[in-house]
């Protein structure tokens, strides 16, 4: 039996937090590591990829080529545990709010499984959605939770709990979330510098 359900969907980076873990947990390994810098020749091509080809899934993952489940194991928790001081304050009150007015709460991010439900294990979601990477090769992704995947997501979650989603609102900071700001009634746009809504207020 299929039940009805509202839904929130909440962006993690630059939505709830101020700073793209992706990016910030790879400076952290070249501060930390020799292993990223040998890489920086094959780095530099994969940028000048994205540049050509933004949607692609080539340069995302030899940008994250230098990762190592060694290296993911060792360096993880402390930095998951730096990472979460910038998350922006209102995060965890928007949330229990949303839950508190019986919606089902979800957050949806590109981000890695080895870092995204950790910097948000204190939060009350319902379900927690991001990037499946491969274990013994963790710079590749086995899927890869952005754009249209996104919905995907949703909609596997969905059918998995036999739900049929109403997204009633949508919270994101990046138009790369469009697929899910477009199924949603109310879209709310963030400003990633500031954690606002755009426009002013929160």
Same mark, same amino acid.
């Given at each position: 039996?299929?039940?009805?359900?509202?839904?929130v969907?909440?962006?993690?980076?630059?939505?709830?937090s101020?700073?793209?873990?992706?990016?910030?947990?790879?400076?952290?390994c070249?501060?930390?590591?020799?292993?990223?810098?040998?890489f920086?020749?094959?780095?530099?091509?994969?940028?000048?990829?994205?540049?050509?080809?933004?949607n692609?899934?080539?340069?995302?993952q030899?940008?994250?080529?230098?990762?190592?489940?060694?290296?993911?194991?060792?360096?993880?928790?402390?930095?998951?545990?730096?990472?979460?001081?910038?998350?922006?304050?209102?995060?965890?009150?928007?949330?229990?709010?949303?839950?508190?007015?019986?919606?089902?709460?979800?957050?949806?991010? *590109?981000?890695?499984d080895?870092? =995204? #439900?950790?910097? +948000? &294990?204190?939060?009350?979601?319902?379900?927690?959605?991001?990037? @499946? /990477?491969?274990?013994?090769?963790p710079?590749?992704f086995d899927?890869?939770?952005?754009?249209?995947n996104?919905?995907i997501?949703?909609?596997?979650? *969905?059918?998995?709990?036999?739900? =049929? #989603?109403?997204? +009633? &609102?949508?919270?994101?900071?990046?138009?790369?979330?469009?697929? @899910? /700001?477009?199924?949603?009634?109310?879209?709310v746009?963030?400003?990633?510098?500031?954690?606002?809504?755009?426009?002013g207020?929160k």
């Amino acid at each position: 039996m299929l039940r009805k359900v509202d839904v929130v969907v909440f962006d993690f980076d630059g939505t709830l937090s101020a700073r793209d873990c992706n990016m910030e947990f790879a400076k952290y390994c070249f501060r930390h590591s020799v292993r990223p810098w040998l890489f920086l020749p094959l780095i530099g091509v994969a940028m000048m990829c994205r540049y050509f080809k933004p949607n692609g899934i080539w340069w995302r993952q030899n940008a994250r080529r230098f990762m190592t489940p060694e290296m993911v194991k060792k360096f993880a928790p402390a930095f998951i545990k730096q990472h979460r001081r910038e998350r922006f304050g209102w995060a965890r009150e928007q949330v229990d709010a949303e839950r508190s007015a019986g919606r089902k709460v979800v957050l949806i991010s *590109a981000g890695p499984d080895y870092l =995204v #439900p950790q910097l +948000v &294990r204190d939060i009350k979601f319902d379900a927690v959605m991001c990037s @499946v /990477m491969d274990k013994r090769a963790p710079w590749k992704f086995d899927f890869l939770c952005w754009g249209a995947n996104k919905v995907i997501a949703l909609d596997e979650w *969905a059918k998995e709990h036999k739900y =049929v #989603p109403r997204v +009633v &609102r949508s919270y994101s900071d990046s138009r790369s979330d469009m697929p @899910v /700001m477009e199924i949603a009634d109310e879209q709310v746009w963030v400003d990633r510098k500031t954690g606002l809504r755009a426009g002013g207020g929160k």
